[in-house]
């Protein structure tokens, strides 16, 4: 069974920087793509990014292209979200999860095995 689990996530201000991580348990880890979802209050889940398996190809919704980083580290299982200049258009509960099928680049729009949320807020 894999798990996901963010430490992280809280409050910042406009203009400044957070990193979240997502550190995956069970089941392979280094074979699948990994992407991050955020979901604001009324709003409808949304993609943010996806890195591939090796972290060479790495995809990001417009809103946060130039903004946000995506990496991964398969050693510790872990993907992060390096978040900057954050405005707070961003506020939302942030969200990972692993692409369906093996291999992948991040790029089907399917994915599974979500873990839990973490709230990050951007205010004054």
């Known amino acids: 069974q894999v798990q996901l689990k963010l430490p992280g996530g809280g409050l910042v201000q406009p203009g400044g920087s957070l990193t979240l991580s997502c550190v995956v348990s069970?089941?392979?880890?280094?074979?699948?793509?990994m992407g991050w979802f955020r979901q604001a209050p009324g709003k409808k889940r949304e993609f943010v990014a996806s890195?591939?398996?090796?972290?060479?190809?790495?995809n990001y919704a417009d809103s946060v292209k130039e903004r946000f980083t995506i990496s991964r580290a398969n050693a510790k299982m872990t993907v992060y979200l390096r978040m900057d200049s954050l405005e707070p258009e961003d506020t939302a509960v942030y969200c990972c999860?692993?692409?369906?099928?093996?291999?992948?680049?991040?790029?089907?729009?399917?994915?599974?095995?979500w873990g839990q949320g973490t709230q990050v807020t951007v205010s004054l």
């Open positions: 069970g089941g392979a880890f280094d074979i699948y793509a």
């Open positions: 999860a692993r692409e369906r099928t093996p291999y992948g680049l991040g790029t089907s729009g399917d994915f599974c095995s």
């Open positions: 890195i591939s398996r090796n972290g060479y190809t790495s």
